[in-house]
């Protein structure tokens, strides 16, 4: 049925490329005995089957007119959307009512209304500040829309450097680039790749340095892994509950389903300007007028009973001793003796590890060569990235191999590490 | 949490408006006793409460790590991709494996994929063919794009009017337009508003004026509601199997929710083009990379064991019904005396009824207030359309009421007609 395409395409269509990760995919597709560190995913294994059967048995005996099979509204259903915004509230230590349900939009996972804000504030040749590394997926979502990705800079440690980022921002006010800045993503909580959380002083320090510049421009801080912590949750408050935050257009994502049930797909949004709301959900209107209103009843309910809440507390020290497999097999396999690095996260999914200075970790590199003769898996970090760094990163995701396989995993990718650092040497 | 924006937004942003029907549902709210001839659903009491209930009972019994609750891949489930491809062709009569599981795409709802598919297609100024009337919803989404929705001439039939489209084509051409022109938008079977359906005949007219004017162009056929026939299925094939669009670049879309359950969601294209569908899919990458999986695999189960086609067959007879029971209370009202007019549909949920030439249907005149008043609520004809005709019109929904609403629905409207034609004569 296909052919050479005849089509004119938009400038958006005619940008669009490949997923940064279409080559990994296809990679692991080719061998079938590879270990995969690459996915994000959680283990299918730990997926809540009763839970989510036992809700779908309960509405259908409640709700003999069953109107969690018939469309809901664009925004969301107004149960779900009360509960979010109160729970949200409950996080930030906000008093109830602070975050508005009239201001939360729920959505076929948080990256769609990541994906909306983005298109509603971005032109081509716009820029949006991120962290470095940041969300893959965001980068692409920007390329599409042929914006700029401008990294924030940040201390060894991973650590904002406020100093840097004031020199950045008058470095583009003099290339007279300051209005193009349309935003700044931030992931304060366990971000993937880095698994790092953001302090209330780093944040603050940002809203401070960014006012000094002049630049009151929307802020969206995505929290998919804040409930995926695994000894404590992170301390900080969001940017909705942050006073040096009060004068910027915020936008706070959550999701229901990434460390429940993914296949779900629920998330949401609080925004607090009244504009950018609007324009989330017109948006969202035209894309497809409202998400799965089975899937958020189903959620309605796990939210409201505190199924999830349980659910959570049996599952994260799950996630956390998967974390704590993978780092323990990594050191004991001798990747540190290598020249690597990593600061092992207290949440999430995702471990960034740093290489020896100048190593290339790209699926043109000796490095992926060996990891795939080896069969293990790993994402390069230059796709997390802005902006080129000189040491090599990989991310590592612990969610979905078993105990036994992380310590093969590690096995593996350690041996490759190996072989491309003497490849480096001598080739 | 708002005050007036400060945002700079993009070009998209700026231009995003409300949707067309936000003044109806408003209406609506304010008075909980009107009976709405508006909202396009379904019937929830007709929704398949223990169909659904059973697959998802199913599938925690068979499927002990349940992937259905896993993230799925960004184009759909291959199962359920395989199901549909085969489903399709069988339709339009074409050998297994005529329409390539490849090429299908899984979304949430049709409606995504239209979008995705407008997005990338046209930038502002562009121009898409639409028939007149046409789905409203693609008019705002073409109207965010800036993209402009010029209607195909018809005859007062409803058929095309192939000699009056292709001077429409000439004119435009000689306007220097015609490069932009990036698609052509059909509803073949039971369209939303008019219930019509096109011939094969029609179809294959439009595509050789269309090669005559020499425009190659993207087609778009939105089947949505091709299942939902009362009496019989409309003959025709769609474009995926007329030879006479054999050298376009076409897209097909349907729905295994709307005629079953809209709260699930799944919608699905087949798209002919190589390049326009790989497009389609990454921008599905950038929105949510991926349907939900859950859903995707209660559908697949539905689909394959025949439940949908059983439903359907249970179903079909309750929409036949309401459309008899809407159409004979308007001719027992009273409503063709005042001079209106409309020809019954065979399938889908809406009739198109034309008022007296020359009367305002829009939310700002008498028929519109004199509904309120009456307790009735339609949509306004011109929100479908892509140009002003003399006719008012309004489209009436017959899926959600039933028969004794319907009886009541059609005497509120019909007394509301006979003021408003009093006011027009009097006014």
Not at 18 to 23: D, E
Not at 56 to 81: F, I, K, M
Not at 120 to 130: H, Q, Y
């Amino acid at each position: 049925m296909s052919g050479p395409s005849s089509i004119s395409f938009s400038a958006l269509g005619a940008r669009l490329q490949p997923p940064a990760v279409t080559a990994l995919m296809a990679a692991a597709l080719e061998n079938p005995h590879v270990l995969s560190l690459a996915a994000g995913f959680t283990d299918t294994s730990t997926l809540p089957l009763r839970e989510v059967g036992q809700v779908v048995a309960d509405l259908a005996a409640r709700d003999g007119r069953p109107e969690h099979l018939q469309y809901g509204t664009t925004l969301g259903r107004p149960g779900l959307r009360e509960l979010l915004a109160a729970r949200t509230a409950t996080l930030d230590g906000l008093p109830a009512g602070a975050i508005p349900a009239a201001q939360t939009i729920v959505a076929n996972g948080s990256q769609q209304i990541l994906h909306a804000a983005a298109q509603v504030l971005c032109d081509a040749g716009d820029i949006v500040l991120v962290e470095q590394p940041t969300y893959f997926v965001f980068l692409d979502i920007l390329a599409g829309l042929g914006a700029r990705a401008v990294a924030l800079p940040e201390h060894p440690d991973g650590s904002l450097d406020l100093a840097a980022i004031s020199a950045r921002l008058a470095a583009l006010r003099a290339a007279g680039e300051t209005r193009r800045i349309k935003a700044v993503y931030l992931q304060g909580y366990f971000a993937n790749p880095s698994g790092a959380s953001r302090t209330e002083a780093e944040k603050n320090g940002l809203a401070t340095v960014l006012r000094d510049a002049g630049l009151i421009v929307p802020v969206i801080e995505d929290a998919a892994y804040r409930d995926l912590w695994f000894d404590e949750p992170w301390p900080a408050r969001s940017v909705l509950a942050l006073e040096a935050w009060r004068e910027f257009p915020r936008l706070y994502l959550g999701t229901l389903t990434k460390p429940f049930a993914s296949g779900l797909r629920v998330g949401y949004g609080h925004a607090t300007d009244a504009a950018w709301f609007a324009r989330l959900g017109w948006l969202k209107g035209h894309a497809d007028f409202g998400t799965t209103n089975f899937n958020q009843a189903i959620l309605e309910r796990i939210v409201a009973d505190r199924t999830l809440d349980d659910y959570l507390a049996r599952t994260r020290p799950i996630y956390g001793g998967k974390r704590r497999r993978l780092h323990d097999a990594l050191i004991h396999a001798g990747l540190r003796e290598l020249g690597w690095s990593w600061i092992p996260p207290g949440g999430g999914l995702t471990m960034w590890v740093r290489g020896p200075r100048g190593l290339d970790t790209s699926t043109e590199a000796p490095l992926w060569r060996a990891a795939m003769e080896e069969g293990v898996l790993y994402v390069p970090g230059a796709l997390c990235l802005a902006e080129p760094e000189a040491a090599g990163c990989v991310r590592l995701s612990f969610g979905v191999l078993n105990g036994a396989e992380l310590d093969e995993a590690a096995r593996r990718f350690t041996r490759a590490a190996a072989r491309a650092g003497t490849a480096a040497v001598t080739g």
